[in-house]
């Protein structure tokens, strides 16, 4: 984490801020551990408000444990509208949730802003830039982060998206592109501010396609009337050879011929080798010259420090069908980072939402009868199956019992399961009428350019021409 200073102070704390991180409070004098009320009650502490944090807090309530919640934000996410605030669909705040406005009224519930650094098993103690803290059980729910599997320079230049500061500075990166444009000294420099290249066509990459077509037909016109937006070509670059390789055949099949309706540029069995900020390498020697490389090629476990190689596995932690992690009696792993191999799922749980949800709510039953001293059932899985959607009208489900569909009906579905979804009736209520308006207007209200580029501007040591697309072609 880079601080930058001066610290501002303010009252008897001091914050430190750096522009695009996390703000960090540090208290002078006291501690985490002394900043907590005494309690009798046995202490679960759980890292992570996520999706797998909030579920088990819920399913805590009344429970008769000391619940400590930490977080390095003090907001919860819905991750799978990133790509929306991404793309000015949405902001921020309709996707994002306090985590104390989550989890008042509870007197034995505590949250704390602390990013943990390592677990210290011998101790039973968690450390955190504020200090250590004492627990009973710990249940670890840290979610992912993105895998540039080891591309650093990639890493540099591209853009990702996990959190809303990414989301955030995506937004803002793909926006200047076009006050950039408008700039352009030559057509090549031009075509290098049009040309976006997406990595990855799983749900994040596919979404994204889709959102940044619809910017590319409806609002970037009407915003920059001065640029000829026919030029813009959108590449969408998979590995595998199948759109959404994790969905039904169905799925891959109507998402990719869904994009390339939209003039998506989908490139199958092709892997990006290099990117240094103004030229993107695939494996077949292509050059794309491109300022904006929006990586969403993979994920990782995200966890902290403190746990040996043999119970990790990509980033993950290995955890029994209790979730509890191997050789350890009273810390438990769930969601994203939570590595579980089951019958039917051997190279371990899916990285979604539901497994996240579901293995806590299961978790949270398994510690009452912990306490209460009763054995512990095991996880099972239920598959609520998965969707992904391609613009306005257009998604594709596939839903229990190998039931697949796409279009508008999938368009609705997926709608309607989103809003549901998403934390809070007013929130509920926000995307859906953000979303109406959207759809009526051919509007996205959110185009604000907000966050300093970490991305600078740099010159292409040899200009590659692109040849200009046919908008539909
Ligand atoms: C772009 C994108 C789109 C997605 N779309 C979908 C989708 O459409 N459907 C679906 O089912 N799934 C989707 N997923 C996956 C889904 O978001 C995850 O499976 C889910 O968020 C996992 O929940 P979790 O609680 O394990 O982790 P998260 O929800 O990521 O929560 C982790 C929490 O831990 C906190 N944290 C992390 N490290 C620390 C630390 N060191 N100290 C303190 N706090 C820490 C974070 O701030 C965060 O609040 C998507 C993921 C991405 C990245």
């Known amino acids: 984490m880079k601080i930058v200073e001066p610290a501002i ?59 400590v919640m930490l977080d390095k934000n003090n907001y919860h996410t819905f991750i799978p509208l990133l790509y929306q605030v991404a793309t000015a669909g949405l902001s921020p705040g309709d996707i994002s949730s306090p985590l104390r406005e989550l989890l008042q009224d509870d007197d034995h519930f505590h949250f704390r802003m602390a990013a943990v650094e390592s677990i210290d098993r011998g101790q039973q103690e968690v450390q955190t830039n504020l200090g250590s803290l004492h627990y009973d059980y710990l249940v670890i729910a840290t979610g ?60 994040t990459g596919v979404e994204l396609a889709g959102a940044v077509g619809e910017l590319r037909d409806h609002i970037l016109p009407k915003d920059y ?19 959404l390789n994790a969905m039904s055949d169905f799925a891959g099949r109507n998402a990719k011929q869904y994009l390339e309706d939209f003039g998506v540029q989908v490139k199958l069995d092709t892997l990006v080798k290099g990117y240094e900020g103004s030229v993107v390498t695939l494996s077949d020697d ?14 990782e476990g995200n966890h902290p420090d403190g746990f040996e190689q043999e119970v990790l596995l990509r980033g993950r932690i290995k955890v029994d069908d209790h979730n509890r992690i191997e050789g350890f009696e009273k810390v438990f792993a769930i969601g994203d980072v939570a590595h579980q191999a089951l019958a039917g799922h051997e190279s371990g749980l899916p990285m979604l939402a539901p497994v996240a949800i579901q293995q806590a709510e299961h978790l949270g039953g398994n510690l009452r009868r912990l306490l209460q001293g009763k054995a512990l059932k095991p996880f099972k899985y239920t598959d609520k199956g998965t969707m992904a959607t391609i613009g306005r009208n257009r998604a594709v489900v596939d839903a229990p019992f190998n039931i697949s569909f796409g279009g508008f009906f999938g368009w609705f579905v997926w709608m309607f399961i989103h809003v549901i979804s998403i934390v809070g009736f007013r929130r509920k209520l926000m995307v859906f009428t953000s979303w109406v308006w959207n759809y009526l207007t051919y509007n996205r209200g959110n185009r604000l350019i907000i966050h300093p580029h970490k991305k600078a501007a740099k010159e292409t040591p040899n200009p590659v021409v692109v040849e200009p697309m046919a908008k539909g072609a």
């Not at 303010?10 to 985490?32: A, F, H």
């Not at 999706?51 to 008769?64: H, N, V």
């Not at 500075?169 to 290249?197: G, P, W, Y």
């Open 144 to 203: 992912s982060k993105t895998n540039f599997f080891g591309n650093e320079k990639i890493e540099d230049h591209a853009q990702k998206l996990r959190e809303i500061k990414d989301a955030l500075e995506l937004r803002s990166h793909l926006i200047n592109n076009f006050e950039r444009a408008l700039l352009a000294r030559d057509k090549e420099e031009l075509q290098r501010f049009m040309n976006i290249v997406i990595v990855g066509a799983g749900p």
């Open 9 to 67: 102070p303010l009252g008897s704390c001091i914050v430190k801020q750096n522009t695009l991180e996390d703000t960090i409070i540090e208290p002078p004098s006291r501690t985490l551990e002394s900043s907590l009320p005494a309690s009798d009650l046995p202490r679960v502490v759980i890292i992570g408000g996520g999706f797998a944090g909030i579920a088990l807090i819920q399913k805590l309530r009344k429970c008769p444990v000391e619940t």
């Open 286 to 299: 292509t050059k794309i010259a491109s300022e904006c490389l929006i990586w969403a090629a993979g994920v």
């Open 225 to 243: 009337p001065e640029l000829d937006f026919t030029i813009m070509n959108i590449y969408l670059v998979e590995g595998s050879g199948k759109v």
